[in-house]
């Protein structure tokens, strides 16, 4: 069975410019790891499940921050290169990433001491779209792109959006 995987691409425009949050995953595997780590805030659900119910929930999971799922704009989905689906939406916010609660996950770490709690997020941060493009997994970098293109067909005028 594929894993699914839904999640929320936050965005706010000053100036004409855009920027979006990304989130870093938190634990040992990822503690070194800059470009082509970070995602969008997402998370799994069974197939089946309501994957906007799914990525509401994760949002709140690694942010902190609970949205009600009006104004969502679709992104549609993305295949990753393990295979995992994910389908995403954007949503205007001026979230403070200072504010940021992540939930936490164990681990044995280092491999065969003790258990350890780690944040599933350690940090967001807001990007430019050619920085987020960089940071992101190169499959979720499709969202910042369609996030683009869904502004412009609604007539909004964004600076930094080219590659």
């Known amino acids: 069975m594929k894993k699914l995987s839904a999640g929320i691409l936050l965005y ?3 100036d004409k410019e855009l920027q979006v949050l990304l989130v870093h995953p ?5 503690a070194k790891k800059d470009l082509g780590a970070w995602s969008i805030p997402k998370g799994e659900y069974e197939e089946g499940s309501d994957p906007l119910q799914a990525a509401l929930r994760e949002l709140g999971e690694e942010t902190g921050l609970t ?3 009006t104004g969502l704009l679709p992104l549609d989905s993305v295949t990753q290169s393990g295979g995992k689906v994910v389908t995403a939406w954007a949503a205007q916010h001026d979230f403070d990433v ?3 609660v992540s939930n936490t ?3 044995e ?3 065969g001491t003790r258990i350890r709690e780690f944040p599933e997020v350690d940090r967001g941060e807001w990007f430019t779209p050619r920085d987020a493009r960089r940071k992101l997994l190169a499959s979720q970098a499709e969202f910042v792109d369609r996030l683009i293109a869904r502004l412009r067909e609604g007539g909004r005028e964004i600076y930094d959006a080219e590659p």
């Open 98 to 100: 200072t504010t940021l």
């Open 109 to 111: 770490w280092p491999k």
């Open 12 to 14: 706010k425009i000053t």
């Open 105 to 107: 996950f164990e681990m």
């Open 26 to 30: 938190g634990g040992p595997f990822w």
């Open 67 to 69: 949205l009600d799922g």
